[in-house]
């Protein structure tokens, strides 16, 4: 086995791997190929969307026109009842008015305002039957991000026990339930 092959190993067993966490090689080459391909986030998001169970976002940014990427899946969701949570930050006051109110409008999605000014995260969470699809990287909810910016994005499929979603699933619940400014 060659190094590079055995530090790799290492890298996913110590740092991914912990508390039986299922990467497969597949996965890593998927999200590299997304990286070199340019592959644009929105397709994704739809696909994960349109097959979960339960979903979250926490982006920096939510604009009218990344909404309305979304708009037609999310009336779907509402209509088959799949909940769903967003987390949006008031940073440089970049998140728009009118794409909360229409936020508002669905009653299967609860939407709250981090009023902390250096919350800027940006992850897109999917459950799955019992697996858990997390989509970390660059991307905010605006048309731009999603569709024609460079963006960089990492998918990354694995179990709730896994220490990266078991994270993940901690961090956005402790953000969405601190005294925030709800929708």
Not at 30 to 42: A, D, E, H, P, Q
Not at 72 to 96: A, C, D, M, P
Request: glycine residues 4%; charged residues 20%; aromatic residues 10%.
């Amino acid at each position: 086995m060659s190094l590079i092959n055995i530090n790799l190993e290492k890298s996913l067993h110590t740092d991914l791997l912990i508390k039986v966490f299922h990467l497969t090689w597949n996965t890593y080459l998927n999200c590299w190929s997304m990286i070199k391909r340019k592959v644009k986030i929105l397709g994704t998001i739809l696909h994960e969307l349109n097959s979960c169970d339960e979903f979250w976002f926490s982006v920096a940014f939510v604009t009218t026109d990344g909404l309305a990427t979304l708009i037609e899946t999310l009336h779907n969701l509402n209509g088959r009842g799949i909940k769903g949570k967003i987390l949006v930050s008031q940073y440089l006051n970049f998140t728009q008015p009118e794409a909360l109110k229409r936020l508002l409008k669905f009653s299967n999605i609860e939407t709250k305002i981090a009023v902390d000014s250096a919350f800027h995260s940006k992850g897109y969470l999917f459950k799955k039957n019992e697996t858990y699809n997390l989509i970390i990287g660059s991307s905010n909810l605006t048309a731009s991000a999603l569709c024609s910016n460079v963006e960089w994005n990492l998918k990354i499929t694995a179990t709730p026990i896994s220490h990266i979603i078991f994270n993940a699933i901690k961090e956005f619940t402790t953000e969405f339930e601190k005294p925030l400014m709800s929708t």
